[in-house]
Structure formats: C-alpha cells, structure tokens
Nanobody, 122 residues
C-alpha cells in the first residue's frame, strides 16, 4: 500500500524558513505531487505542485517567490522549501499525489498524507 508521510513542520518566527518533506512508500505512478494547506476555519488550498519528472512546477500566487518545490526520485521524496514565512502561512500542510494533470484541484488527488502543522508566530 502506497503511503505519504510529511515531516518538517514546526513553529517559526515571521521571516524564517522551514523545509517540509514528503516521503512516499511503495511504487506507483503519479503525474503530479502537490502540497496543499488548510488553516482553521478555511478550505484546503493549493500551494504548489511538481510533475513526475520535475520538469514543471506551479505555485499559488500567495507563495510565489518564497516557496520552492523539488523532488528526489531516487529517495522517493518531495520537498517544499518555505522562506520569508508570514503569519498567514500558518496551516496544516498536506502532501498529495494525483494521476491527473489537474494539479491545482484538491479533488483530483487520490492519495494524501496525514499533514504537518506549520505555525508562523513571534
């Protein structure tokens, strides 16, 4: 059974950085790997996605220029480097996989991790 496990969340001050990792166990093809986040009382929103070969990356406008997604197929991991963090980045971050090219739609993803909390506060 394929599973996704996120790590790297925590508490950071505004302007700080965190690096999230998503480890995938098992082998299955995924067209895109994505990161989503959900803040309390808000809907889950798209953050970033990367194609299976790393050739295409996409970002939400709110994180463009601050976050960077990458994958390491040899290690079966996807990483999200988050810089210049803001209090509004506070949320539970989820890693997900989709076999479609609808990288920005949460309902297109059929495999999800359990989430990792990111809190940006002074």
């Amino acid at each position: 059974q394929v599973q996704l496990v996120e790590s790297g969340g925590g508490l950071v001050q505004p302007g700080g950085s965190l690096r999230l990792s998503c480890a995938r166990s098992g082998r299955t093809f995924s067209f895109y790997m994505g990161w989503f986040r959900q803040a309390p009382g808000k809907e889950r929103e798209f953050v970033s996605a990367i194609s299976w070969n790393g050739g295409y990356t996409y970002y939400a406008d709110s994180v463009k220029g601050r976050f960077a997604i990458s994958n390491d197929n040899a290690k079966n991991t996807v990483n999200l480097q988050m810089n210049s963090l803001k209090p509004e980045d506070t949320a539970v971050y989820y890693c997900a996989a989709t076999r479609t090219n609808l990288y920005g739609r949460a309902d297109a993803y059929d495999l999800w991790g359990q989430g990792t909390q990111v809190t940006v506060s002074s």
